[in-house]
């Protein structure tokens, strides 16, 4: 089970951090990767991460935006910074996680941003 949070109403220009903590039978996590959807658009990748620290991040983002890690606490988090009216969406975080010789993509619930002009 995957639970997003730190969502919120921020005006342009500002930072909110989110979290997404696994929990359940975890032994360790492939991957993890968060994306977003507006209102009226399709889910579109913000950034991922893999297990061993490499990342990956939209241009739209790219030094605005974090993605990092906690291993032992089996959590992702995003740093936004300088944000944008655009931003607005609500966040889903994922992880890849390992099931005998397969990777198995989890979900989360979503987390709402919407920043203010």
């Known amino acids: 089970q995957l639970q997003a949070s730190g969502g919120g109403l921020v005006q342009a220009g500002g930072s909110l951090r989110l979290s997404c903590a696994a929990s359940?039978?975890?032994?360790?996590?492939?991957?993890w990767g968060w994306y977003r959807q507006a209102p009226g658009k399709q889910r579109e990748l913000v950034a991922t991460?893999?297990?061993?620290?490499?990342?990956n991040y939209a241009d739209s983002v790219k030094g605005r935006f974090t993605i990092s890690r906690d291993n032992a606490k089996n959590t992702v988090y995003l740093q936004m910074s300088s944000l944008k009216p655009e931003d607005t969406a609500v966040y889903y975080c994922n992880a890849d996680i390992p099931r005998g010789s397969v990777s198995r993509r989890y979900w989360g619930l979503g987390t709402q941003v919407t920043v203010s002009s």
């Open positions: 991460i893999t297990s061993g620290g490499s990342t």
């Open positions: 359940g039978s975890i032994f360790s996590i492939n991957a």
